[in-house]
């Protein structure tokens, strides 16, 4: 069997025609780039052995349709799937603890998102303006998390169509405009591990009906509540 532990940056960056991979069973990581603008891709298991992702990997793949992560996954980074327009739906692996910023900005046909329970960080955009996302939950048990992070400004804003969030535990603060502009949002479950709500998280979240805030929450800033 192969003894590749690394997919090189750029690889096959820019290769259209490809329509397979198969990554062998020893990768760790995935380099930058490594599959960037691979537009005929249509299927990607990520195995267990990859415990990384770098930036942009899958970066306009915008033939892909499904992406299979197995357990092991811990880190995502920025703008890996970016602009991977035809996926329908994400399952990330219960190991994943860090999403990169802008990670599916741009998946414009994602309708649903399940995040593991337990996670530390979510970065600036990591879904906004996704217009057919329908609901964001939260599969598997709950882990300890040694480093509590943050989900990062305007990561799930501007999704109209977005009616369910689910915030894994491990996450500490919401930041700036995080879940604003979600018009029909219905439904928001918080961690306990929440301390801090930033500026106008929930700005023009018209259909909230209940927010309970968690008892840990010590910071809530200007318009989060601002319906």
């Avoid at 590749?4 to 490809?18: A, F, H, Q, R, S």
């Avoid at 691979?38 to 990997?57: N, R, Y």
């Avoid at 599969?139 to 109209?160: L, S």
């Avoid at 018009?183 to 301390?195: A, E, F, H, I, K």
């Amino acid at each position: 069997g192969s003894q590749v532990e690394y997919i090189p940056n750029d690889m096959c960056n820019g290769m259209t025609k490809l329509t397979k991979i198969v990554i062998p069973a020893k990768v760790k990581v995935i380099g930058n780039n490594a599959f960037r603008g691979c537009v005929g891709l249509e299927k990607v298991e990520i195995p267990s052995s990859v415990d990384s992702i770098h930036s942009s990997a899958f970066y306009n793949c915008s033939g892909l349709t499904q992406v299979v992560f197995n357990e092991g996954l811990q880190y995502i980074s920025n703008s890996v799937f970016q602009n991977c327009s035809s996926l329908t739906n994400v399952v990330l692996p219960t190991t994943l603890e860090t999403l990169g910023s802008s990670a599916f900005e741009g998946c414009s046909n994602l309708t649903t998102v399940q995040l593991p329970a337990s996670m530390s960080s979510i970065g600036n955009n990591a879904f906004i303006g996704l217009k057919k996302l329908v609901s964001i939950t939260c599969v598997g048990d709950r882990k300890d998390i040694t480093t509590m992070g943050n989900i990062g400004d305007g990561a799930f804003r501007d999704c109209p169509e977005l009616r369910e969030v689910q915030i894994p535990e491990g996450i500490r603060a919401i930041c700036f405009g995080a879940l604003s502009w979600n018009q029909n949002l219905q439904s928001v479950s918080l961690p306990t591990t929440l301390d801090s709500l930033g500026l106008s998280v929930f700005y023009n979240d018209g259909k909230l009906k209940e927010i309970i805030i968690p008892e840990n929450v010590r910071h809530i800033g200007e318009t989060t509540l601002y319906c």
